[in-house]
């Protein structure tokens, strides 16, 4: 994206005119995108008033009538608001970047176009209810509205920026399946083990089994408690509990011959767009309690997700409320959403709230596919391929690109999306080359589905059997669902298509021969065999990512879940905690303890260090109680020692495109090397003596000192975990041109931040490239179920996506120092909070 941006943007035309711009004859255009929060404006198709109630952050609470002039209201507002960020994440998810951005965005449409997104979505459509439906072309109807209005610099500064290249562009109405679309990406995002099936596959070929293995340890039920700790299913094959049974998992190995083709894909997938973030550190907390832990005797529901950091925020905030409730006008809900889709992902309505984390069940498979000619071999015959053509506009040059997408039974031939790899396909199919593989990827979100259904299911239910319910039709991305109600109750749910794979046909962590039908997938584990939760006895429900179930479990939902450190202490807090007010649970939010350093500080302290010098960056570990604040010197110490065992302990053994991040995968990793002293992995390859443990502690911790000398300070006193944790706050698209000047009118930052990766307040970063942060909770919210007014929320960024307007990083310093807005919810809340108001109306005949 940097390079493809410094391409557009950089010319001398370009750099004058944005110098025009900041210095002041391009104040008009900066502002001219500014949306008016109030007045009168018309909207056609409406069958009646619709009121738009803003407080001083921006935040909307919408009022109407009926369904379809809600929606549409929240379609218009979306686009006073976020209109760029919409059109951006529907050229990405329909794979049209090059149409902005020229040929060097190619190679991300040939891949999304590859995997059809957009077309899926299409599909989708006529899967969905006649409401659904309509919600959607209203949301729609809205957006267009507010498009027939505004153009240029005056829809969004971006345009204004991108008009200098000389292109003239101008968006095509908004479209029900651009809003589906995104949900395809939400799931390419927070779905599968795709990632870690590649690397252990790359793995493959220097390393054996069993340290292959050694790198994937097994979840430690023994120390991190799952979702639901005991549950099997019961004669009706409904789940329930049951005392846990061991088991072991089988991990097979696989040839090396695919390893070029994987580096190809792996490359193609690490360039797409991160619109929610990929990673360790993508992930989310959120839990809740009942009455009998709280001040009110009412539960209290917490949710804070973990994505990727971006300017503007990935939410943003709206209320959507029908001024009268009736089953006709099924709607009083508030939370958080996406700019493009309509209704509220997670939130609260008159009667329940919700939360979301990702349960990162492995509904990817790889397959290795036999190409012979136009077709591919399975079950001993050759099945034709199927073959589509796509093709492509692309900024700055007049002829369209075209590919032919290759699909076998198993989904798109992922591996033709790189012209070697493709090339290699197609030699092996005369018989010219040893290579006989292709790629082929099958997802269950390549397959239409009703998730959307799911969401204004959700947004109505009232009851706990109403929302599981609508939890049925959560097919694709599968999340951890949380639940509270009024009247008392807490429930949990994991909704989603997950496949069940045969016995002996492996367990997904692997690649697999696409020509054996052992392989094929044995339908899906029915929802009623998912696992579930309702009031349980100790009133406690805790998701962060953690195994969801015990290893009775009759199904395999995943191999790849986080390892339980935040969860852990999550528990840990609430158990030691009395009782719980909202300020109480959102403290619990802020929680930086790194349990991983908890583990590996006291053997960091018994080394033997001689200097002086070293050894005063080892005292500053003495006495740590291990939170990490921004301004901690004890944590800036451990980060930079930690970064650096990683590297002395596994670089020289692994390839560079694997190398650790240091997530809670690699915590459980050190832990088990901790007490196996001469394990091979703490021997370094480089040099000619065999290393033990200490000696690689050891030369961390004098690494470390060095480090931290060089990059902060000499005395301790003067170390700081924030002045190396970084957070820039950066849009997507200009503000990665590598440009200065455009950068800065775009991104906002750096800011110093506390937290860490898989802590509670997790800001992640990786540890194979530096101390960035890479993913934030992107919102916080406290949801006090006693009373809905006392209930509290914040964003990462403001509601606008228009830099230099009031809101656009307003909520961004109350983030920063862990603070919250009140959420006002009743009519008389909102009211005591309106700041502006906005009157859509219908047009007059």
């Known amino acids: 994206m940097r390079r493809l941006l410094r391409v557009t943007v950089v010319s001398g035309i370009v750099l004058a005119t944005l110098l025009l711009v900041v210095a002041g004859t391009g104040i008009f255009v900066v502002r001219h995108s500014f949306p008016t929060y ?5 909207l056609a198709g409406l069958d009646g008033d619709v009121e738009v109630v803003r407080d001083a952050n921006g935040i909307p609470q919408i009022y109407a009538d009926k369904p379809a002039d809600l929606f549409a209201a929240q379609g218009y507002v979306a686009a006073q608001d976020r209109f760029f960020e919409m059109d951006f994440r529907r050229h990405v998810t329909s794979g049209r970047l090059a149409e902005l951005f020229g040929k060097d965005a190619l190679e991300t449409d040939k891949f999304v176009r590859t995997l059809g997104w957009r077309r899926v979505a299409e599909e989708e459509l006529g899967l969905l209810s006649p409401s659904t439906r309509q919600y959607l072309d209203d ?20 345009y204004a920026v991108l008009s200098l290249k000389g292109t003239d562009y101008i968006p095509e109405p908004w479209t029900a399946a651009d809003s589906l679309a995104w949900l395809k990406a939400m799931a390419w995002d927070l779905g599968g083990n795709l990632d870690e099936e590649i690397t252990r596959t790359k793995l493959a070929a220097t390393t054996s089994a069993a340290n292959i293995n050694s790198l994937y340890p097994a979840y430690p039920y023994d120390r991190n408690e799952p979702i639901i700790a005991n549950a099997s299913l019961d004669q009706d094959g409904a789940f329930s509990p049951t005392p846990p049974v061991e088991t072991e998992a089988n991990r097979g190995m696989l040839t090396k011959d695919l390893l070029k083709s994987l580096d190809s894909v ?15 550190g993508i992930g989310s907390n959120s839990w809740v309690v009942s009455g009998e832990h709280t001040t009110t005797g009412k539960p209290l529901l917490a949710n804070d997700p973990h994505l990727g950091a971006t300017m503007p925020g990935i939410w943003t905030q709206v209320g959507l409320h029908c001024n009268k409730f009736s089953p006709q006008c099924p709607y009083d809900v508030s939370g958080f959403s996406f700019s493009g889709l309509p209704g509220v ?8 709230s919700w939360g979301f984390t990702n349960l990162n069940p492995d509904v990817m498979d790889l397959y290795l596919e036999r190409l012979t000619g136009d077709g591919v071999l399975y079950n001993g015959k050759v099945e034709p391929l199927t073959t589509r053509t796509e093709t492509f506009k692309v900024a700055g040059q007049d002829e369209e690109e075209k590919i032919t997408v290759r699909s076998t039974r198993h989904g798109p031939l992922i591996s033709d999306t790189d012209d070697d790899a493709k090339e290699a396909g197609e030699l092996a199919a005369k018989g010219k080359s040893t290579e006989p593989y292709g790629i082929a990827l099958r997802w269950t979100a390549l397959t239409p589905g009703r998730t959307a259904d799911a969401i204004f299911a959700i947004d109505r239910a009232q009851t706990w059997k109403a929302f599981r319910s609508a939890a049925t039709l959560f097919e694709v991305p599968s999340q951890n669902l949380v639940y509270a109600d009024r009247e008392g109750h807490i429930g949990y749910q994991a909704p989603g298509k997950v496949p069940i794979r045969r016995a002996g046909a492996g367990t997904g962590d692997w690649p697999v021969p696409g020509w054996d039908p052992k392989y094929e997938w044995a339908g899906f584990i029915p929802f009623q065999a998912m696992p579930t939760e309702y009031d349980p006895a100790d009133g406690i429900i805790v998701t962060a990512n953690q195994a969801v179930v015990p290893k009775s ?19 840990d807090r609430i158990r030691k905690a009395g009782k719980l007010d909202a300020n109480a649970m959102a403290s619990i939010q802020l929680d930086t303890k790194n349990r991983n350093a908890e583990t590996l500080v006291p053997y960091l302290l018994r080394i033997g260090i001689n200097d002086d010098f070293d050894k005063q960056g080892q005292d500053t570990l003495r006495g740590w109680d291990f939170t990490q604040p921004a301004d901690s010197a004890p944590a800036a110490y451990f980060n930079i020692v930690w970064r650096n065992l990683l590297a002395l302990t596994f670089h020289d053994q692994m390839p560079e495109s694997v190398w650790p991040d240091g997530g809670s995968r690699w915590f459980e990793v050190i832990r088990n090397l901790l007490v196996q002293p001469n394990s091979s992995w703490w021997d370094d390859l480089r040099t ?16 470390g000192r060095a480090e931290i000398t060089t990059k902060m300070a000499r005395e301790p006193a003067n170390w700081q975990w924030g002045r190396l944790h970084k957070l820039t706050l950066t849009n997507q698209t200009l503000g990665k041109s590598g440009i200065g000047l455009v950068d800065r009118l775009f991104n906002r930052g750096p800011y110093e931040l506390g937290g860490g990766s898989s802590t509670v307040d997790a800001t992640a970063w990786d540890a194979s490239e530096d101390y960035t942060v890479t993913a934030t909770p992107s919102m916080r919210m406290v949801v006090d179920l006693s009373d809905f007014d006392k209930s509290r929320w914040i964003n990462l960024t403001g509601v606008s996506g228009h830099a230099f307007t009031s809101n656009y990083t307003d909520q961004t310093d109350l983030w920063l120092k862990g603070e919250t807005l009140p959420w006002a919810f009743s009519k008389g809340a909102v009211e005591a909070k309106r700041e502006h108001t ?3 109306t219908k047009p007059e005949r």
């Not at 992902?345 to 329940?352: C, E, L, R, T």
């Open 345 to 352: 992902v997670i939130g609260h309505n008159s009667s329940i």
């Open 838 to 840: 906005l009157t859509i």
């Open 38 to 42: 109030d007045g009168t404006v018309e």
């Open 553 to 571: 479990y009759k199904y395999t939902l995943s191999n790849d879940w986080d390892y339980g450190y935040r969860s852990q202490q999550i528990l």
């Open 266 to 280: 792996d490359k193609v997938i690490k360039g797409l767009p991160q619109l929610l973030g990929r990673g360790d």
């Open 688 to 703: 000619p003596q065999r290393e033990s443990r200490d000696d690689i502690l050891r030369e961390a911790l004098v690494e």
């Open 139 to 158: 949301y729609a109807r809205g957006v267009n509205a507010y498009l027939d209005t505004h153009s240029g610099s005056g829809l969004s500064l971006e």
